[in-house]
């Protein structure tokens, strides 16, 4: 069982930078692939970056490649997202999520077990 908290989201300008951090319990982690998501309201939820569990392979989405960057720490059993250059369509709920499994990396929220509470990001123009 892995349980994931999230924080560091909130209200920013455009062009702001921000770091989202989540913090997973459970002796798991490192075992865990992880993964950061965003929902926007009205919209489907959607896939942001991903990490293996090792943190030497990443892969981001199109819309953030170049402006965020995912990152984790696997002694402080923790996951970063650092949001370079925040855009008003950056506005979502940030969510956190992982999952065991033996796939080095994925983007599809239905391959994670594990989902935090999220993190609102509001990005004013």
């Known amino acids: 069982q892995v349980q994931l908290v999230e924080s560091g989201g909130g209200l920013v300008q455009a062009g702001a930078s921000l770091r989202l951090s989540c913090a997973a319990s459970g002796r798991t982690f490192g075992n865990a692939v992880m993964g950061w998501f965003r929902q926007a309201p009205g919209k489907e939820r959607e896939f942001v970056a991903t990490?293996?569990?090792?943190?030497?392979?990443?892969y981001s989405a199109d819309s953030v490649k170049g402006r965020f960057t995912i990152a984790r720490d696997n002694a402080k059993n923790t996951v970063y997202l650092q949001m370079n250059s925040l855009k008003p369509e950056d506005t979502a709920v940030y969510y956190c999520?992982?999952?065991?499994?033996?796939?080095?990396?994925?983007?599809?929220?239905?391959?994670?077990?594990?989902w935090g509470q999220g993190t609102q990001v509001t990005l004013s123009s």
């Open positions: 999520a992982a999952y065991i499994g033996r796939t080095l990396y994925s983007s599809r929220p239905y391959d994670y077990q594990y």
């Open positions: 990490i293996s569990r090792s943190g030497g392979s990443t």
